[in-house]
């Protein structure tokens, strides 16, 4: 049960992520101008919040449940992996020896943490 929530955590976390960036083309979220807050709402901003919410939802479980200092990492870590890996596919971002590297570090830092002693 704790893979298949951590899954779901990693997945609606990601996806919220990209579609929030998606809606962001026509501009922020939140912009001021000539003394008033504007919202810029869109399908795509509704959809990554509401995909938020419930990845907080799963996240406040998560840590009700295991230690802070497994969950926190792990889910972080596979977030950023899934993210990198996404931006580079969907958003054509770069792919640098340095990101890579700093995958390869994170992903073995994930392994130090959950060496059995």
């Known amino acids: 049960m704790s893979k298949l929530l951590i899954l779901l955590y990693v997945l609606t976390t990601s996806t919220a992520l990209i579609i929030l960036k998606w809606g962001s083309k026509a501009g922020a979220l939140v912009h001021y101008v000539n003394?008033?807050?504007h919202l810029n709402i869109n399908t795509?901003?509704?959809s990554g919040v509401t995909l938020y919410?419930?990845?907080f939802l799963i996240y406040t479980f998560l840590i009700s449940k295991y230690d802070l200092g497994y969950?926190?990492?792990l889910t972080t870590a596979l977030?950023?992996?899934l993210i990198f890996t996404a931006s580079f596919l969907l958003f054509?971002?770069?792919f640098t020896f340095?990101?890579?590297l700093g995958i390869i570090l994170i992903l073995g830092g994930l392994v130090l943490l959950?060496?059995?002693k």
Do not use: A, F, H, Q
């Open 53 to 55: 919410g419930i990845s």
């Open 44 to 46: 795509y901003t509704i």
């Open 114 to 116: 959950n060496l059995k």
């Open 98 to 100: 340095l990101k890579i």
């Open 92 to 94: 054509k971002e770069s």
């Open 35 to 37: 003394d008033k807050v």
């Open 79 to 81: 977030v950023y992996v």
């Open 71 to 73: 969950i926190i990492p």
